[in-house]
């Protein structure tokens, strides 16, 4: 039988005292834990890390809604460094809570445990960064606060946190303040209605749940873009000013998203045009040609961010003239176009 080298050897065992750290750290008798406690108005999944000595190990993931707090160590001590690593839900992509990066540690996707940390050497595991964090210790238990600037209390952030998601979705609930109010109380009533919901629901535990489902589904007032497909897709919007077209794009919809673009007024219309692309950005081709999305109105787009007024001669624009699709309203002032991969 082979022997492993030294170094080898060395990170089997680095890995073995990690993963016996945190194993150890979470059988622990839960008469003292950390409490890691959401006070912002984002559903956030959390990841955790221990370092000890030149050992690390991570965990994850713990997801908190608004308001809500949870155990994620039956221990009030840490056997070493404490780290976290956050992410947003239900936002656009790329957005983050701003935390400040100390190390960077390995993280997987659903219930994961990754020893030896500091590489990331099991399938599906990519390394992200973690900020150190000390517990503040309270009769035998650990609090962590995840707080914005706006200092919610945990009733205010959960407040917060359903009128920044109605807010996605086309409802207007007023300020995201973490405040009662007619408006909040009326975008919430007109959602509830919406998917026939019943008029407790918002206090149910699942409530955010059911708000993430919607805003992923395209739900609520306004228009969305929902991509169907199995690619990234870039979408252009273009409006009708009387009898100009303005148009602006570059929006990002990931597969399996919903996006609702920012309007201006009230228009009866909006127009579409969207292509898909891979993973570095290059056009997508079926049968020879770029996939793409539009239809027979003729607007100009740019290969960079735009935004555009006038489809008379887009070549003065330093654009192209392409076909958009032209998308109507129903009664309720909601429309939606689906991206899906052509048969």
């Not at 492993?4 to 993963?19: F, I």
């Not at 460094?81 to 659903?110: D, K, M, N």
């Not at 009708?240 to 920012?262: D, M, S, V």
């Amino acid at each position: 039988m082979a022997v492993p080298a030294r170094s080898s050897m060395r990170e089997a065992l680095a890995g073995l005292v990690a993963a016996f750290c945190v194993v150890v750290w979470l059988a622990a008798p839960a008469s003292a834990e950390t409490r890691l406690c959401n006070r912002t108005s984002v559903v956030t999944e959390a990841a955790i890390g221990v370092v000890v000595g030149d050992t690390a190990a991570t965990r994850g993931w713990f997801r908190l809604d608004p308001g809500q707090c949870r155990a994620i160590l039956q221990s009030a001590e840490a056997p070493g460094r404490l780290f976290l690593h956050t992410r947003p839900l239900g936002e656009a992509p790329g957005a983050s809570l701003g935390q400040p990066e100390h190390v960077q540690l390995c993280i997987g996707e659903g219930d994961f445990l990754v020893p030896a940390a500091q590489s990331c050497r099991q399938a599906n595991t990519r390394l992200a960064s973690f900020v150190e964090v000390k517990p503040t210790v309270v009769e035998g238990i650990g609090v962590l606060f995840l707080s914005e600037e706006a200092d919610y209390d945990l009733p205010q952030a959960r407040k917060a946190g359903i009128q920044r998601l109605l807010t996605r979705m086309g409802y207007d609930p007023g300020p995201i303040d973490g405040l009662e109010g007619p408006k909040t109380d009326a975008a919430l009533r007109a959602f509830l209605t919406d998917l026939n919901l019943p008029a407790d629901a918002a206090v149910l535990p699942d409530i955010f749940d059911r708000l993430l489902a919607a805003l992923r589904a395209g739900e609520g007032p306004g228009f969305a873009w929902c991509n169907e497909t199995g690619h990234r897709i870039m979408a252009a919007l273009g409006i009708e000013e009387g009898r100009q077209i303005a148009t602006r794009g570059w929006f990002r919809i990931e597969p399996g998203a919903c996006l609702k673009p920012p309007l201006e007024g009230q228009p009866a219309r909006v127009l579409s045009f969207a292509e898909a692309v891979d993973a570095e950005g290059r056009p997508v081709t079926r049968a020879g040609g770029p996939l793409v999305f539009g239809g027979d109105v003729q607007a100009c787009i740019r290969t960079s961010e735009f935004e555009i007024t006038g489809a008379g001669d887009c070549a003065a624009h330093g654009g192209t003239a392409v076909g958009f699709a032209a998308i109507t309203f129903d009664g309720r002032r909601r429309a939606s176009l689906r991206f899906r991969e052509p048969r």
